[in-house]
C-alpha cells in the first residue's frame, strides 16, 4: 500500500483537528445507513450497522465499508468471511438501532434470513449486496474492508434511512 508523505512539522497541515469541528463538519454529508451481518458459528447472525458504505470497483465488482475498532459483533462477522450489506429503508429505524448497540442479542425482534452465500440479508431493506471479504487494513480507530461482490438483489419502491447531522432523516426519493 502506498503511503503519501505527511506534512512536515511545523506545517499548517500538521495541525490537529479538533474532533468535534470534524464530527460537526463532516455530518454535513448525509449518508445511507447498512447493516453488515454475517451467519456466524452456530448458525446465529452476528453484525453491525454501518454508514461508512460505498461502491469502489466495477471491475471487479468491489464495495468498501468503514468499521470501528472497537465493535465487539467485527470479530464474528470477519471470521464468517462473507458478509451481507443491507441497505435500510427509512422505515427501518428500529433496526438500526438494534443493531447499532452492543451485545449478544442484536438480532432479536429483527426480521433476517440467510443468504446462499452464508450471508445475513435483512428483511424489507431497499437492497442487499452479498460479499466475500477481500482485504481489511487498518486506518485509524477503523479498519477499511474491501469486498467483492456475489450476488445483489433490490426491492421496487421506498426511501433510504440516512443519518445527517448526527440523527436520522428521510428522504422522499420513492
Given at each position: 500500500?502506498?503511503?503519501?508523505?505527511?506534512?512536515?512539522e511545523?506545517d499548517?497541515r500538521?495541525?490537529s483537528?479538533?474532533?468535534?469541528?470534524?464530527?460537526?463538519?463532516?455530518?454535513?454529508?448525509a449518508?445511507?445507513?447498512?447493516?453488515?451481518?454475517?451467519?456466524?458459528?452456530?448458525?446465529r447472525p452476528?453484525?453491525?450497522a454501518c454508514q461508512?458504505?460505498?461502491?469502489?470497483?466495477?471491475?471487479p465488482?468491489?464495495?468498501?465499508?468503514?468499521?470501528?475498532?472497537g465493535s465487539?459483533?467485527?470479530?464474528?462477522v470477519?471470521?464468517?468471511?462473507?458478509?451481507?450489506?443491507?441497505?435500510?429503508?427509512?422505515?427501518q429505524?428500529?433496526?438500526?438501532?438494534?443493531l447499532?448497540?452492543?451485545g449478544?442479542e442484536k438480532f432479536?425482534?429483527v426480521?433476517?434470513?440467510?443468504?446462499a452465500?452464508?450471508a445475513v440479508?435483512i428483511?424489507?431493506?431497499l437492497?442487499?449486496?452479498?460479499c466475500a471479504?477481500?482485504?481489511v487494513?487498518e486506518?485509524?480507530?477503523?479498519?477499511l474492508?474491501t469486498?467483492?461482490?456475489?450476488?445483489?438483489?433490490?426491492?421496487?419502491?421506498?426511501s433510504?434511512?440516512?443519518?445527517?447531522r448526527?440523527?436520522?432523516?428521510?428522504g422522499?426519493?420513492?
Amino acid at each position: 500500500m502506498e503511503r503519501l508523505t505527511p506534512p512536515a512539522e511545523g506545517d499548517a497541515r500538521s495541525r490537529s483537528v479538533d474532533p468535534a469541528a470534524f464530527r460537526e463538519v463532516l455530518g454535513a454529508f448525509a449518508s445511507g445507513i447498512t447493516v453488515v451481518a454475517a451467519v456466524a458459528d452456530g448458525g446465529r447472525p452476528a453484525g453491525l450497522a454501518c454508514q461508512s458504505f460505498a461502491s469502489l470497483s466495477l471491475d471487479p465488482p468491489l464495495v468498501l465499508l468503514c468499521v470501528g475498532k472497537g465493535s465487539s459483533s467485527w470479530p464474528k462477522v470477519r471470521a464468517a468471511g462473507r458478509v451481507g450489506v443491507s441497505i435500510l429503508a427509512e422505515e427501518q429505524r428500529s433496526v438500526c438501532e438494534a443493531l447499532g448497540r452492543p451485545g449478544e442479542e442484536k438480532f432479536a425482534g429483527v426480521d433476517w434470513e440467510p443468504s446462499a452465500h452464508g450471508a445475513v440479508r435483512i428483511t424489507g431493506a431497499l437492497a442487499t449486496v452479498d460479499c466475500a471479504l477481500e482485504a481489511v487494513h487498518e486506518a485509524g480507530d477503523h479498519y477499511l474492508v474491501t469486498a467483492r461482490v456475489l450476488e445483489l438483489t433490490t426491492r421496487d419502491g421506498g426511501s433510504p434511512l440516512l443519518y445527517y447531522r448526527s440523527a436520522y432523516a428521510t428522504g422522499a426519493f420513492g
